[in-house]
């Protein structure tokens, strides 16, 4: 069975840095694109970042773009995402995603939440 | 970007067929495929795949869902609705990057 835990939310100062993570199983996680899908509370959802299998191609939304890094270590089968300079803008719940062209499976998302 | 339209909500019966569509702000086809994907989100949960490439059904998830269309027109369809589809359905395109997703049809029974 696919398993996606991410951790690593919480609450924290605009201007501040925070660094998710998301724990992997039940797949071969080194054969798998990556990704991270936000959604702001009551809103729809909207992409972060992408990365590729080996880790070698990574792939921003403009909002994030040399704010956010996303990377990944195969040998742990753990996916991260480090976000620094954080803006209310930010406050979301992070889900991280199997990734094709499509999010086959999701992750329970992890809260952040950028608030003085 | 790709802008992706979507009607903000419908109401439907128990029992009844309902569709729902996704328009694209430009073509997403290629080489026979088209790069729009359906996924189903219940209040308090994480978003799930029904529909890859416009009409190919995920695993597990019920016959009674199905994805039709092409270029920049799109549909699901639930034939029949029962009471746990009580969700939003988004429709996103994986054409190019930025992904984009639509604002998302939230369906209710009647």
């Known amino acids: 069975e696919v398993q996606l835990v991410e951790s690593g939310g919480g609450l924290v100062q605009p201007g501040r840095s925070l660094k998710l993570s998301c724990a992997a199983s039940g797949f071969t996680f080194s054969n798998y694109d990556m990704a991270w899908v936000r959604q702001a509370p009551t809103k729809g959802l909207e992409w972060v970042a992408s990365i590729s299998t080996g880790g070698g191609n990574t792939y921003y939304r403009d909002s994030v773009k040399g704010r956010f890094t996303i990377s990944r270590d195969n040998a742990k089968s753990t996916l991260y995402l480090q976000m620094d300079s954080l803006r209310s803008e930010d406050t979301a719940t992070y889900y991280c995603?199997?990734?094709?062209?499509?999010?086959?499976?999701w992750g329970q998302g992890t809260l952040v939440t950028v608030s003085s | 970007d790709i802008v992706l339209t979507q009607s903000p909500a419908l109401a439907v019966s128990l029992g009844q067929k309902t569709t729902m569509s996704c328009k694209t702000s430009?073509?997403?086809?290629?080489?026979?495929?088209?790069?729009i994907h359906w996924y189903q989100q219940k209040p308090g949960e994480q978003p799930k795949l029904l529909i890859y490439f416009a009409s190919n059904l995920a695993s597990q998830v019920p016959a009674r869902f199905s994805g039709s269309g092409s270029e920049r027109d799109f549909t699901l369809t639930i034939n029949p609705v029962e009471a746990d589809d009580v969700a939003t359905y988004y429709c996103?395109?994986?054409?190019?990057?930025?992904?984009?997703f639509g604002a998302g049809t939230k369906l209710e029974l009647k």
């Open positions: 996103q395109q994986g054409w190019e990057f930025p992904y984009t």
């Open positions: 995603a199997m990734a094709r062209d499509w999010f086959a499976y």
């Open positions: 430009q073509n997403v086809d290629n080489f026979g495929k088209s790069y």
